[in-house]
C-alpha cells in the first residue's frame, strides 16, 4: 500500500481549531500517513492579540509549530484545513493563505489533492456548514478531491451530525468535546483511507 503525505493546516485563535487539527494529525499519524501539523499566518495586529489573553496564550503556546507554505501543499497528497467560522465564511487568515496559492494552482500543483475540512463557531448555528462548504468552493477550483466525512459512521452523529466535516461549538478555554475528536479522528483516517485508494490507483 502506498504511503500517503498529510498536511493538516489550520487557523486558531485561542485553541479550538488547533485542538481538531490536533486530533486529526494524530489519527492521521496512526492510520499510516507522514504528517505535517502546520498554521497559516496571522493577520491579526499583535494589539488585537494582546487584548485578548487567551488570544496571546494560544499564539505563545503554539510558536513551535510552523507556518505552511507552497511546499507543504506540493508536499501533501491528502489536506485537512480546519479554521473558524468569520459571518458564514472561512477565517479571513485561512482564505488570505488559500489565495496565495495561485502558482502551484496554475502549474496543476493542487489537481487531484484530497481534501477535508472543519471548523468552529460560537454556537451551533453560527455558519459551521457554510463555512466549511467555503473553503471547498475553493478546492473545486484547484481540482482537488473533496472528501467530507458524510454519515459513514455513527461518531458524525455525536457530533453534532454535520456531514460536509467536523464542526463544534467554540469553548472557552479552547477545548473541544469529546465527541468532537472522535468525529475528526474518523474524518481524517477516510481522507488518508480514500487517499491511499487513489495514489495506488494512479499508480496502477
Avoid at 180 to 186: D, G, N, P
Wanted: hydrophobic letters at 45%.
Amino acid at each position: 500500500m502506498d504511503s500517503i503525505n498529510l498536511a493538516v493546516i489550520y487557523y486558531s485563535a485561542t485553541g479550538t481549531n488547533y485542538q481538531m487539527a490536533h486530533s486529526a494529525a494524530e489519527a492521521g499519524q496512526a492510520a499510516g500517513a507522514a504528517v505535517r501539523l502546520l498554521k497559516v499566518p496571522e493577520l491579526a495586529p499583535a494589539s488585537a492579540i494582546a487584548g485578548n489573553p487567551a488570544w496571546q496564550a494560544h499564539v505563545e503556546a503554539t510558536k513551535h509549530i510552523s507556518a505552511a507554505t507552497v511546499e507543504d501543499i506540493e508536499w501533501a497528497d491528502a489536506l485537512i484545513f480546519c479554521a473558524p467560522t468569520r459571518f458564514g465564511n472561512m477565517a479571513g487568515q485561512m482564505k488570505q493563505f488559500l489565495d496565495t496559492m495561485g502558482g502551484p494552482w496554475a502549474a496543476g500543483k493542487t489537481v487531484n489533492k484530497v481534501v477535508s475540512a472543519a471548523t468552529s463557531a460560537q454556537n451551533p448555528h453560527g455558519g459551521q456548514e457554510a463555512a466549511i462548504l467555503s473553503l471547498y468552493t475553493s478546492m473545486y477550483h484547484w481540482g482537488a478531491i473533496v472528501v467530507a466525512p458524510g454519515y459513514t459512521d455513527p461518531v458524525v452523529f455525536g457530533a453534532g451530525g454535520n456531514p460536509y466535516g467536523t464542526s463544534v461549538s467554540a469553548l472557552r478555554d479552547g477545548t473541544i468535546a469529546e465527541a468532537a475528536v472522535l468525529a475528526v479522528q474518523h474524518q481524517a483516517r477516510r481522507v488518508v483511507t480514500v487517499a491511499k485508494w487513489l495514489k495506488a490507483g494512479q499508480r496502477a
